[in-house]
């Protein structure tokens, strides 16, 4: 059973279009990230949420909205694709925030604005 | 500010051979050090992580790491590597009970016959 899920795996549209990349866990965690790694394989930390409520917002542009419709649910929401928004997006969850909260990844969405 | 440094890029070794990947950090509090790996076109799996205790921690395929506290360093080591190790290794600090993963730029390991 995957534990973290996304979708779509790939995601290619052009500038200006608005976009959503869906996120679901199964392992009954109640915090849920989202990262976006760069063409050189940076990772860095866009949001966070626990029980619905974002707890992180690294200063992404307002461009990006997380939505969770439930505990197992994280979406991220892009409008007005820009090219620098091209990377790979990775969904987590853990079952807690603290310090000994293991985050599980996703398979990661690869994100093409052309 | 925190930050995570990997010093290689890119590590290439012989299968068989020993191989460390290094990682420091910069921290003035006490922090939680984490080595994920990612093989090619999957997402991230923690491969080990020092939260306190014994500063060696190991993982089930035979890496290895040490937190050096005076060094600031979490070396990540295995002394045979397999074919299959070929992947991206991502060190990652965290500090205190709120704070974020803070990722290393990840080093290449490429591990030839």
């Known amino acids: 059973d995957t534990a973290v899920s996304q979708t779509p795996k790939y995601l290619v549209t052009q500038m200006g279009n608005d976009k959503s990349i869906k996120c679901e866990q199964n392992l009954g965690h109640d915090t849920m990230y989202w990262y976006k790694q760069d063409s050189k394989k940076f990772l860095k930390i866009m949001f966070s949420y626990n029980n619905k409520e974002l707890i992180i917002n690294e200063t992404v542009p307002n461009r990006f909205s997380p939505k969770s419709p439930d505990k197992a649910h994280l979406n991220l929401h892009i409008n007005s694709l820009e090219l620098g928004d091209s990377a790979v997006y990775f969904c987590?969850?853990?079952?807690?925030?603290?310090?000994?909260?293991?985050?599980?990844f996703g398979p990661g969405t690869r994100l093409t604005v052309t | 500010a925190q930050s995570v440094t990997q010093l290689d890029s890119q590590v290439p070794v012989f299968e068989e051979a020993p191989v460390e990947l290094r990682c420091n950090y910069s921290?003035?509090?006490?922090?939680?050090l984490f080595w994920y790996v990612q093989y090619p076109n999957q997402g991230l799996q923690l491969l080990l992580k020092?939260?306190?205790?014994?500063?060696l921690v190991e993982s089930i395929n035979g890496f290895e790491a040490e937190f050096n506290k005076s060094q600031t360093s979490f070396h990540l080591r295995k002394p045979s590597v397999h074919i299959s190790d070929t992947a991206e290794y991502f060190c990652?600090?965290?500090?205190?009970?709120?704070?974020?993963?803070?990722f290393g730029k990840g080093t290449k390991l490429s591990v030839k016959p």
């Open positions: 020092y939260l306190s205790g014994s500063t």
């Open positions: 990652a600090v965290r500090r205190g009970s709120q704070g974020n993963l803070i």
């Open positions: 987590a969850s853990s079952q807690a925030t603290g310090n000994f909260a293991e985050q599980y």
């Open positions: 921290s003035s509090v006490s922090v939680y």
